[in-house]
Structure formats: structure tokens, C-alpha cells
């Protein structure tokens, strides 16, 4: 059994206890809220606005507190071991400092020119490198390369609340021949996660 307060189109309010140590909260007889004896709460109906949801400050470690997405697929040649943006960049800025970022990154469209080298890919947090993800592209051969993509995750932790941008550079590996990114109009993307930690 369960001891019940419905709120009922007749009568009032309407208690009817019962020593079961579970309780139902009802609404014209149906019930919307039961609270077992071990305190698990079951809801019958939908949270219907954001305001009457879980705080995101409440949710459990490892939740997905909001997600960034951004694309680019203009192409870009670089002749130097001097890294440039690929143009691939998003930003984000976490509701707490103790969050982590994940970065989920693939650039697309990449290819050399004659010549042996290859393409330096690396992740930038705002003006700063912190991950190298990738040294592609055909280094040991003179000749062109056909178009592949490279897709790399890397979680950071930003300690901070204030807007931070993740971007890809990219460079020449041996400084004697062009790469290029987003080749054909090829699309590149970045997915940033924020993770509750």
C-alpha cells in the first residue's frame, strides 16, 4: 500500500495513510510523485521548462553540460614548417572552473605537393599549443598525395569560467613543399564538449 495526500476535484485535500513508508503526492486522484521507503523519487509526469529541471551544478560527474560545433571547408596552403590556422575554430565558455573540455577535432581535405614532407597538425588553446596530434601525408615520397582526413580528442581542463578557443594549425613538416587542408572544399569540424567534473 501507500500512504497517499490527493489533492481532489471534490473533497480537498485527502489524506489516507498507511504504514508502508511509501508516500504518493496525486492530482485528481492520479498519481504524479512516489516516494519509496529508501527515499527514490518517481515522477509520473515531464519536467516541462529548464527552471524545474536538475541544476546543471547538481548533475553527476561525467554529464554533458553544453556542446559547441563548428566547421570550416575553405582551403587553405601553407609552404613553411611555420604553423598557420586551418581555420577550424570554436570556442566556449564553461559554466565552472572545474570543468574538463572535450575536443573532438578532424580536419579534412589534406594533401601535399611535390617533395618529401608531410602535414603537422596540431591543437592551439587560444594562442598556445597543447596537443600535436598528427605528422601525416606522404613524407617519404616526391610525389602528390591523394586527400585523407586526420580526427583527433583531446580533453583539456581549463580551470576557468572565461571564454576559451580551441583552433588547428598545421605546417609544412620538412619546410621544402606546400600541404594543404580542406582540400576541394572538403569540410573540416570541431565538436567541444563541456564535461561536469
Same mark, same amino acid.
Given at each position: 500500500m501507500t500512504s497517499l495526500i490527493n489533492a481532489s476535484t471534490s473533497a480537498g485535500v485527502v489524506i489516507t495513510p498507511d504504514t508502508s513508508g511509501v508516500s504518493a503526492l496525486q492530482t485528481a486522484g492520479t498519481t504524479a510523485v512516489t516516494v519509496d521507503a529508501s527515499? !527514490?523519487?518517481t515522477l509520473a509526469g515531464t519536467l516541462t521548462t529548464s527552471s524545474r529541471g536538475i541544476a546543471k551544478a547538481s548533475l553527476p560527474t561525467g554529464s554533458v553540460l553544453q556542446v559547441i560545433n563548428a566547421s570550416t571547408s575553405t582551403s587553405i596552403t601553407n609552404n613553411t614548417s611555420t604553423l598557420v590556422s586551418t581555420g577550424l575554430t570554436a570556442s566556449i565558455t564553461p559554466l565552472f572552473n572545474?570543468? $574538463? /573540455?572535450? /575536443? /573532438? #577535432?578532424?580536419?579534412a581535405g589534406i594533401s601535399k605537393f611535390t617533395?618529401? *614532407? @608531410?602535414? %603537422?597538425?596540431?591543437? =592551439? $588553446?587560444?594562442? @598556445?599549443? /597543447?596537443?600535436?596530434?598528427?605528422?601525416t601525408g606522404g #613524407?617519404? !615520397?616526391?610525389?602528390? %598525395?591523394?586527400? =585523407?582526413?586526420? %580526427?583527433?580528442n583531446?580533453?583539456?581542463s581549463p580551470a576557468t569560467t572565461s571564454s576559451t578557443s =580551441? *583552433?588547428?594549425?598545421?605546417g609544412s613538416q620538412q619546410n621544402n613543399a606546400g600541404v594543404m587542408v580542406q582540400q576541394n572544399g572538403d569540410a573540416s569540424t570541431i565538436t567541444l564538449m563541456e564535461v561536469a567534473a
Open positions: 527515499q !527514490n523519487v572545474t570543468s $574538463k /573540455i572535450l /575536443i /573532438i #577535432a578532424s580536419v617533395n618529401n *614532407t @608531410g602535414a %603537422t597538425l596540431q591543437l =592551439y $588553446k587560444n594562442s @598556445g599549443n /597543447i596537443f600535436q596530434f598528427a605528422l #613524407a617519404n !615520397n616526391s610525389t602528390n %598525395t591523394s586527400t =585523407y582526413a586526420q %580526427t583527433t583531446y580533453l583539456d =580551441y *583552433t588547428v594549425y598545421f
